[in-house]
């Protein structure tokens, strides 16, 4: 009963603050402790594609995608490698603890093996407002234990947390679960 109290808090501020992904500089207004604070990323779209495209080695970035029948909008952008769409970037912007926690994420079709349908998949994934007393969440070892991750996949405590980051790490696999859930039903793929 505890674990879906604080899973269902959690989903509820992925939600909230998830929606605020299209301001062209990112500034998020938190208030904490009563007071309100201005928190800014100072990341643009353009900054987030850039990114994406580092992230996969992709030679270029496609038009940005904005599915129009979700509550929750994710934006879609195509990468390319030599010639051939490689997946989809998408980005979030979080606040945890009263700092941005924005992270980056390519998602992508793949075949389930038992069931023959295709199903929406983290093909890469990366923090990039880790915060610096937990070096270890921009580490390859955390990062991939999320590729492949489906709306299928089961969150796991003693796996997909990091000693210090639990709010971090639940953060960032329930707005990947809500990037897959959106670009299942309304991405640039969805029939």
């Known amino acids: 009963m505890k674990k879906n109290l604080v899973v ?3 989903l509820v501020f992925v939600l909230t603050f998830s929606g605020m992904a299209f301001a062209t500089a990112h500034t998020l207004d938190v208030v904490g402790g009563g007071d309100m604070q201005e928190i800014s990323t100072g990341r643009t779209v353009d900054d ?3 990114a994406l495209i580092e992230l996969t ?9 904005y599915p129009e029948r979700n509550e929750v909008k994710y934006p879609f952008v ?3 490698k030599d ?6 970037g998408s980005w979030v912007n979080t606040i945890i603890y009263s700092h941005p926690e924005d992270f980056i994420a390519v998602l992508g079709m793949a075949n389930n093996s038992k069931s023959e349908e295709s199903m929406a ?29 489906s709306l299928k996949t089961s969150f796991d405590p003693e796996v997909d947390v990091i000693s210090g980051s ?7 696999f ?8 959106v670009f299942e039903q309304y991405g640039p793929e969805a029939e």
């Open 83 to 88: 010639g051939e769409v490689i997946g989809y």
């Open 48 to 50: 987030y594609v850039n």
């Open 121 to 149: 998949i983290i093909k890469k994934w990366k923090p990039l407002d880790a915060n610096d007393h937990h070096p270890e969440m921009r580490q390859e070892e955390f990062l991939s234990r999320y590729y492949g991750m």
């Open 174 to 181: 329930f707005e990947m679960k809500n990037m897959l859930l």
């Open 166 to 172: 639990t709010i971090s790490s639940q953060t960032f």
């Open 8 to 10: 269902s808090l959690v």
């Open 57 to 65: 080695d992709a030679d270029e970035a496609g038009d940005i995608f």
């Open 78 to 80: 195509p990468l390319h």
